[in-house]
């Protein structure tokens, strides 16, 4: 099976690192390319930089021949309804995937845990999209620049954790969605943190990707 993640940042290290995180949690059998926006923003921070960052998904569609399954590694699914509209097989974003692997695993409320301040109505938004409204709790923002927390993953892990505790306490969180893409490498530390489940949205979209991929052909 041929899995294409598309990063809708432009920062190709981005890529590389959730290709990699993909590449860790598919089976033998599932290979993972991935390709980067061809404009747009480094991090997207903002509504306005996810409305560009939808066309350059689009923008990819010819180089998605040959595969079997596409997850749109941004939170906020830029350009996924309309990707999806245009291909025949399977396409995934982190937010959708996430709210399906999260009510699975709690059969109560869950939180989002992310930098991106600007984009809180739009994740609302998806989770009702796709039916997990009530599900979702709050979404918890973290104080400072996000593009300088990625930067520094100390204090990237330490936000998170703070957003997360914030979450379960305030909120009755059950479980805690790490809200982003090139979050989604903190994961590990944030799980030894916090109370609750962590769910990892590159985790969570290749395995939502590689099942309907499956059924698909089944």
């Known amino acids: 099976m041929h899995l294409v993640l598309i990063n809708?940042?432009?920062?190709?290290?981005?890529?590389?690192e959730m290709v990699a995180l993909a590449s860790a949690d598919v089976p033998t059998d599932v290979a993972v390319a991935g390709l980067t926006a061809p404009f747009g923003a480094p991090?997207?921070?903002?509504?306005?930089?996810?409305?560009?960052?939808?066309?350059?998904?689009?923008?990819?569609t010819e180089e998605l021949k040959g595969a079997d399954a596409?997850?749109?590694?941004?939170?906020?699914?830029?350009?996924?309804?309309?990707?999806?509209?245009?291909?025949?097989?399977?396409?995934?974003g982190l937010a959708e995937a996430s709210f399906e692997i999260a009510t699975g695993c709690v059969s109560g409320r869950f939180s989002v845990a992310t930098t991106m301040g600007d984009l809180g109505s739009r994740i609302e938004a998806l989770a009702c999209q796709h039916g997990h409204g009530?599900?979702?709790a709050s979404v918890h923002v973290t104080h400072g620049d996000p593009t300088a927390l990625v930067a520094d993953r100390p204090a990237l892990i330490d936000a998170l954790a703070d957003a997360g505790t914030a979450a379960v306490r305030e909120d009755g969180a059950e479980a805690i969605i790490v809200g982003g893409g090139p979050l989604a490498s903190t994961v590990p530390a944030l799980a030894q943190r916090l109370?609750?489940?962590v769910i990892s949205p590159i985790a969570a979209a290749v395995s939502v990707a590689v099942q309907r991929a499956r059924t698909s052909v089944g």
Do not use: C, M
Not at 43 to 60: C, D, H, K, M
Not at 74 to 83: I, K
């Open 8 to 16: 809708p940042n432009t920062t190709q290290a981005f890529t590389e």
């Open 43 to 60: 991090l997207l921070t903002s509504a306005a930089q996810y409305e560009e960052a939808g066309e350059a998904v689009l923008a990819l």
């Open 70 to 92: 596409v997850v749109v590694a941004a939170f906020g699914d830029p350009g996924r309804d309309r990707l999806a509209e245009r291909l025949s097989i399977p396409v995934i």
């Open 134 to 136: 009530t599900r979702l």
């Open 195 to 197: 109370s609750v489940p």
